[in-house]
């Protein structure tokens, strides 16, 4: 049983530059969830898919972040025209979806640190 | 709205000794509460969860937490700290599919 994986775990960019990282999912989840964790806080809430419905947005993603899951499968989300507050590590998470708890375990992967010169 | 608070960013004990990490939480309805722990560049993993079936619940690696409706409470603990139990522990609440988390507690443990 793999887990949630998460590519790249580590990117350095520029300012002005554009990002994309790559979430896989545990095979059997429908849900997938995006957090972002800065230094010293707990994650916050993104966005997540139910497949490849995104079913939720935060106020936290501005319009510089766009997040797909096109088959239901893998997910990506992309940051355009980086800015030095976008500093964090990206953390994905997955749930069944299907297990018909109200409130399903969320697992986590690894997640990406991104640093913005 | 939901939220969780964990009553000190810092927590030092000695090995062997017991640990206690504090979280309350507030909610207008039953809440679903976890706590996750995160060792260093890593992701989080899942402790224990409460959905209400028992307010006392277990958790791995020796870890439990006891859920008080009264004092709006989940604290959690451990009999006896060993040394990989340093990492920082989020307490976090669930509704409606998205988690929100403490600020997190980093627990050291002196040898």
């Known amino acids: 049983d793999t887990g949630v994986s998460q590519d790249p775990r580590h990117k350095i960019t520029k300012r002005g530059q554009n990002v994309t990282f790559r979430c896989d999912p545990i095979s059997e989840h429908n849900r997938l969830y995006w957090y972002r964790q800065t230094l010293g806080q707990g994650p916050e809430f993104l966005t997540y898919?139910?497949?490849?419905?995104?079913?939720?947005k935060s106020r936290l993603l501005s319009d510089r972040f766009s997040a797909e899951r096109p088959k239901g499968s893998f997910s990506t989300l992309e940051i355009q025209r980086t800015e030095q507050g976008d500093s964090a590590m990206y953390l994905c998470?997955?749930?069944?979806?299907?297990?018909?708890?109200?409130?399903?375990?969320?697992?986590f992967g690894p997640g990406t640190r991104l640093l913005v010169l | 709205a939901q939220s969780v608070t964990q009553l000190g960013s810092h927590v030092s004990v000695s090995e062997g000794a017991l640990v206690l990490l504090r979280c309350n939480y507030s909610?207008?309805?039953?809440?679903?509460l976890f706590w996750y722990v995160q060792y260093p560049n890593q992701g989080l993993q899942l402790l224990l969860k409460?959905?209400?079936?028992?307010?006392l619940v277990k958790g791995i690696n020796g870890f439990e937490a006891e859920f008080k409706k009264s004092e709006t409470s989940f604290h959690l603990t451990k009999p006896s700290a060993h040394m990989s139990d340093a990492a920082e522990y989020f307490c976090a609440v669930s509704r409606a599919q998205k988690l929100v988390f403490g600020q997190g507690t980093r627990l050291t443990i002196n040898p």
């Open positions: 998470a997955s749930s069944l979806g299907e297990s018909g708890e109200l409130e399903e375990t969320q697992y």
């Open positions: 909610s207008s309805v039953p809440p679903y």
């Open positions: 898919f139910q497949n490849e419905a995104q079913l939720e």
């Open positions: 409460y959905t209400s079936a028992a307010t």
